[in-house]
């Protein structure tokens, strides 16, 4: 019954959400934000911000309002992060134990803050995987970082510190080498010590 409701439903510009995906050009687009416009003169419309998930290309689009679009079936499987094979990078389904393979090109700028044993989101579309998230917080340690001065502590301010994943973060100067932090994966900020 729930697969004939989906049947029939069909999907339009006024059901666009932040965090709706939907196929533009046979790609598929995370909507990151909208806006629903209803001027004076002329027909509704809805103007977006997507980011296409198979390029990371960002680009602003616009609908006319009740205008049908397509959905697109994209999903997450939650895998986890077992280790890197040269320069590739292995997740593993703990269920099946199926292992899916991505290229340094695929995990970019995210591999910073992967650790052996991340739980992460791997997202697929039409059976392929294009894309996958990390957790929005990891706990990493501090393996290299300028001591701190007795009473320099007190004014605040920062330092940069490498993490065992090789990431540098900005930390509070009370901060050590060996210290666990935990770190915003979205902006890559210091949040506290662990």
């Given at each position: 019954m729930l697969v004939l409701l989906a049947e029939i439903y069909a999907f339009?510009?006024?059901?666009?959400?932040?965090?709706?995906?939907?196929?533009?050009?046979?790609?598929?687009?995370?909507v990151l934000e909208f806006l629903h416009v209803k001027p004076g003169k002329g027909a509704a419309f809805v103007r977006t911000k997507l980011r296409n998930y198979v390029t990371g290309n960002t680009v602003?689009?616009?609908?006319?309002?009740?205008?049908?679009?397509?959905?697109?079936?994209v999903y997450k499987e939650t895998k986890q992060f077992t280790y890197k094979?040269?320069?590739?990078?292995?997740?593993?389904?703990?269920?099946?134990?199926?292992?899916?393979?991505?290229?340094a090109s695929e995990v970019g700028d995210k591999k910073k803050w992967l650790k052996e044993g991340m739980d992460c989101n791997?997202?697929?579309?039409?059976?392929?995987?294009i894309d996958f998230e990390l957790p929005i917080t990891v706990q990493l340690t501090v393996?290299?970082?300028?001591?701190?001065?007795?009473?320099?502590?007190a004014q605040g301010g920062s330092k940069p510190a490498t993490l065992d994943t090789g990431a540098?973060?900005?930390v509070p100067?009370?901060?050590?080498t060996g210290d666990e932090i935990l770190v915003d994966t979205r902006s890559g900020q210091y949040m506290s010590r662990a």
């Open positions: 339009s510009s006024n059901d666009i959400k932040v965090g709706t995906n939907i196929e533009v050009d046979g790609a598929p687009w995370p602003e689009k616009t609908f006319r309002a009740g205008s049908s679009i397509d959905q697109a079936d094979d040269g320069s590739q990078f292995v997740f593993m389904d703990l269920n099946t134990y199926e292992e899916i393979r991505l290229s791997v997202l697929f579309w039409n059976g392929k995987v393996v290299d970082v300028d001591p701190g001065l007795k009473g320099d502590t540098i973060v900005n100067l009370f901060v050590n």
